[in-house]
């Protein structure tokens, strides 16, 4: 049955050919310290070994796929969802169902957007006080240093006071925006926002005219301001995004408040700290290879990567700007607001609204086991638990799907991924001939790497592409609403190295291995959505580790992934043991304001 729903540029519904997932072992050295100088400089100046390296990641490994040249190559998977004929374009609205509270007495309850509205519409609270007692906590500069300042690039008081002060007022008038006026949130650093510097990771050049504070603010954060949403702070990054950690040398590394002997995932690596240690209730980070959703799972929050320019029309095929959140509600609620279609953006703006799924539609799961298997023990047994609860519980069919040349895909995509990233560091770059100047050694030996992709190897990798969506297509035409559900990450988290905060590092193999399950939506434009489900105990340190898990769905089903993320957060809450956890330095923000003087 073809989709009913009208779309721009699907692909054909056409199954791929069987293959067998046999994953091999990747021989990706890890570089710290001297070793990770060493090779940063010796690809930056031989293209031998540049091409070396580039081979031994088998990103050449499109080249023996047979039969792939027949299949059109798709450099850019956008797929639009399409108003109909003669229908005016509206944006989605904020139903009261958002508006509702967690109760009080939930186990690991994190304070949502309805808490901070409902606090301030009583006057028990004002945004002001919010504002005044984050401040002091978040901003760099301090001595001793703020406690939570790694997870923050800047903040500009100014600013912030100004907009809290102004919502203080629009309540004292009984006219506040909604349920996100004078919520604070915060934006990943890569993002421009008026009188704010983007430094994307990167350390301050006061020299380089990259680094002048934005004239303007990005459509999907405007959505978000102008519903009244104080952004209180630019979120630290991996530097250029590159990375799935969240290790950056400059800046320091945010700290995952749930066991701080592991990295909190990367590269919206400073949204996910500042989520789980109750600091915003939403922050808004970008996805080219996971960044939204692997910080998500290591930190046990809830992470949206919308389909491919779905908010924004960002320069890219792979990289999306999405919403990360506490709660499963404020997730839906940042999501609908930044979604407001662009006049300005002739992409963006087409798009359809995302309709929420009928009650009586059918439900399916789809799960690619021999896929899914990869994970770790300790993943495996918190996301095994899950699965039944959907089908037992909630009325999910469970299927088994099989998807064509997923590693080759994978390899495809992280070689994409670099390519894209060189492209935009020239761009940026004062000197595009020198344009890693700047750059830690890690991105100089990524980024090197990266550029012994050809036109020819863009070529091949969008065939491959293009036969995976279509195999995509062909799934969701025999079960339509299929949601493609895996672990987000196979791993419970990534461990500190004591010799990484140096220089950064490079570990190739753990880096591929943590994007095993999210770089199918990067690469295909779909939506996915990360969700906590469990809990895994730790190797090191103290702290249980989140575990999320993953469900994909077909272009422009948003909707249906925030409701299934709705059920993942009540299975969590109801029928994991002991429910949801917070973290011991979890910052209680309404009582500190409260007492703050």
Known sequence: MAPTQRFSGYPLAREGPETVYAPVVDKNPALRGWSLIIAAKLVNHSSFIAKATWENAKFNCTKDIPDLHQYDWRLQPIVTPLTADGAVQTKAQITPELFQRQPDDLAGRFYSAADYHELFKSGELTPLQVAKALLPLISRGKNPPAKYEL????????????AAKKSTERY???????????????????????????????????????????????????????????????????????????????????VNY??????????????????????IPIAIGTDAGGSIRIPSSFCGVYGLKPTLHRTYTMKSSICVIGPMAATADDLTIAYRLMTTPNPDD?????????????????????????????ASPAVLEVTRKAIPHFREKLGYEVVDITIPYLQEGQYAHSAWALTEGLDHQRTRAPDPNNALANLNYCNQLLLAVGSCTSGADMI?????????????????????????????????????????????????NVTIRNMMYIWLANSTG??????????????????????GLMAMGEWGAEEQLLAWAKEAETYLNGSWEGGRSRPKEWADVVEISKNAK
């Not at 997870?151 to 100004?162: P, S």
């Not at 909190?264 to 109750?278: K, R």
């Not at 779909?526 to 575990?547: H, I, K, N, Q, W």
């Open 151 to 162: 997870a923050w690039a800047t903040t500009r008081e100014d600013i912030v006071l100004a």
């Open 172 to 254: 004292a008038a009984g006219q506040s925006l909604g349920v996100l006026d004078g919520v604070p949130i915060g934006v990943k650093d890569d993002q421009d926002i008026e009188g704010y510097v983007s430094h994307v990771g990167m350390p301050f050049n006061p020299s380089d005219p990259f680094f002048e504070p934005a004239t303007t603010t990005i459509w999907p954060i405007a959505q978000l301001e102008a519903a009244g949403a104080i952004v209180v702070g630019k979120l630290a990054m991996h530097e250029l995004g590159s990375d799935t950690s969240g290790c950056n040398p400059h800046w320091g590394s945010p």
């Open 258 to 279: 749930n066991n701080k002997s592991y990295y909190p995932g990367g590269s919206s690596s400073g949204a996910g700290s500042a989520l789980c240690a109750g600091l």
């Open 346 to 374: 002739p992409v963006q703006g087409s798009f359809a609204l995302s309709i929420p799924p009928r009650p009586t539609a059918k439900k399916t799961i789809g799960v690619y086991r021999d896929w899914f298997d990869q």
């Open 460 to 508: 091949k990798y969008g065939q491959l592409r293009g036969l995976i969506m279509e195999h995509l297509a062909f799934l969701w035409k025999q079960y339509p609403g299929l949601l493609i559900v895996t672990p987000t990450s196979p791993e419970a988290g990534w461990k500190i190295h004591p010799g990484n905060q140096a220089y950064g590092f490079s570990d190739g």
């Open 526 to 547: 779909c939506p996915a959505v990360s969700a906590p489900v469990g809990y895994a105990d730790p190797e090191v340190g103290e702290g249980r580790l989140p575990v």
